[in-house]
């Protein structure tokens, strides 16, 4: 089993639609998540972070996490075609562990 | 505030060639990170710096690549006798320290070719 699980894709949605990413971590004890948008031959940009259970806000993104589910999901409402991109789910399990693991993402296509 | 600034951006090499990579961190973080990325995959942890130790290092790395950071700045990544396996985007991240908070900051990478 793999640490971080993401379907890889492709997702398509349609714009101005909403946008649901979702992701699940092995380690039980993890203890802060990340969500980060990577555009083709770019490197990965920060989105949201989340470290409580529940939904966590900013702007048309709005992280959820379940740690009884070891899920963390990320919603994008009005998407536009500029959201195409790959987003990666990555986990930090606790402290004295300090790197994120990440996923292989999933790639997300907005049709306009 | 700079970001994470990685040098070189492209590096193309022929198979069993030594390569070093230079990765200079925003400059208040203390923490430094490389990863490896392939096509189609999600970075791949290497290793990280606190400062100027090295606190974790990837049990798949090969004896063959080793990072430095010797004043607690920049760091260097060198691979040597590179094989066509290494060909990947080389990333370099940065954070600050004492809060499980910190996210990375990734710098634009390196991308490897070896032929």
């Known amino acids: 089993q793999k640490e971080v699980e993401q379907n890889s894709g492709p997702l398509s949605v349609p714009e101005g639609a909403i946008a649901s990413l979702n992701c699940t971590y092995s380690?039980?004890?993890?203890?802060?998540f990340f969500w980060y948008r990577q555009y083709s031959g770019k490197s990965p940009e920060l989105i949201m972070s989340?470290?409580?259970?529940g939904d966590k806000e900013d702007g048309r993104f709005t992280a959820q996490l379940n740690k009884a589910s070891q899920y963390v999901s990320l919603l994008i409402r009005d998407s536009q075609p500029s959201d195409s991109a790959t987003y990666l789910c990555a986990v930090r399990s606790g402290f004295g562990n300090e790197k994120l693991t990440f996923g292989t993402g999933t790639r997300l296509t907005i049709i306009p | 505030d700079t970001g994470v600034s990685q040098n070189p951006r492209h590096k193309i090499t022929k198979r069993g060639q030594n390569v070093t990579f230079r990765c200079d961190p925003i400059s208040e973080h203390n923490r430094l990170y490389w990863y490896r990325q392939t096509l189609g995959q999600g970075p791949e942890f290497l290793t990280y710096?606190?400062?100027?130790?090295?606190?974790?290092k990837s049990r798949l790395l090969s004896d063959r690549f080793s990072a430095e950071r010797p004043k607690g700045s920049f760091s260097t990544l060198e691979i040597q006798r590179t094989e066509q396996g290494d060909s990947a985007m080389y990333l370099c991240?940065?954070?600050?320290?004492?809060?499980?908070?910190?996210?990375?900051?990734f710098g634009n990478g390196t991308r490897l070719t070896v032929t």
């Open positions: 991240a940065s954070s600050r320290t004492g809060s499980m908070d910190s996210p990375l900051h």
């Open positions: 380690d039980r004890g993890s203890q802060s």
């Open positions: 989340i470290y409580s259970n």
């Open positions: 710096f606190q400062n100027e130790a090295q606190l974790e």
